[in-house]
C-alpha cells in the first residue's frame, strides 16, 4: 500500500514539474528589466523594436525599463537604443536577447512542454543583458581634452573618436 502511495505521489510530481517550463518558472517571464544608463548622464534615450520599428521607450538616463524578452514564439528580440544630449555625437547600442541559461534546464525539470511550448510562448527561453551603457563622444576636441594637462596621454577607443576626428590619428608603431 505504501508503495502504491511513493508511486502515486512521485507520478504527481512528475506530472506537474512536466507542465512548466523551467525558465518561466525560475528566471520568470515575458519581460525583463534593464538598466539604462549613459556616460555624461542624463542622456535622453529612446529604444527602438528593431524587428517592429516601435518605440518602446523614451526617457533620459539612468532609468529602469521593463523590455519583452522575445518577439514570438522562437524568436529572439533585438532593440536599439538611441543616446543624444547637447553638445554630444547622437550614439547607438544595440541589445539583443540571447538563450537564456534556464531553458536548457528544461531537459531534467521541464520536459518536452517546457521546452518547446511554455518557454517559447512566454519569451522565457530569452534573457536581457542586465544593463547598457551608451559611452557619448563629446562634439568638441575641447570637451574630449577635459580635465587632461599636458603631456598627459589620452587613451580612448576608436569608436569614441568623432568620425570627423580619425583622419587625423597618427599611428605609433
Not at 520599428?53 to 514564439?73: A, H, I, M, N
Not at 547622437?90 to 541559461?101: E, P
Not at 603631456?151 to 570627423?164: A, F, M, R, T, Y
Amino acid at each position: 500500500m505504501k508503495l502504491t502511495h511513493i508511486i502515486t505521489s512521485l507520478s504527481l510530481i512528475a506530472s506537474i514539474t512536466s507542465l512548466g517550463g523551467c525558465a518561466s518558472i525560475v528566471d520568470g517571464g515575458k519581460t525583463e528589466t534593464v538598466l539604462i544608463r549613459s556616460l555624461p548622464a542624463g542622456a535622453s534615450i529612446k529604444i527602438v523594436n528593431n524587428r517592429t520599428g516601435e518605440v518602446v521607450f523614451t526617457g533620459k538616463s539612468p532609468t529602469s525599463v521593463s523590455l519583452e524578452r522575445s518577439s514570438g514564439f522562437f524568436k529572439g528580440v533585438s532593440y536599439t537604443v538611441h543616446y543624444s544630449l547637447e553638445g554630444y555625437y547622437d550614439k547607438q547600442v544595440s541589445l539583443n536577447s540571447t538563450v537564456n541559461g534556464w531553458y536548457f534546464g528544461n531537459i531534467i525539470f521541464g520536459g518536452l512542454i517546457g521546452m518547446l511550448i511554455v518557454d517559447p510562448a512566454t519569451g522565457a527561453m530569452y534573457s536581457l543583458p542586465n544593463d547598457v551603457i551608451g559611452n557619448m563622444s563629446a562634439k568638441s576636441e575641447s570637451a574630449m581634452l577635459e580635465g587632461t594637462k599636458e603631456g598627459d596621454i589620452l587613451i580612448v577607443s576608436i569608436d569614441d573618436i568623432p568620425e570627423e576626428l580619425r583622419g587625423s590619428l597618427v599611428a605609433i608603431n
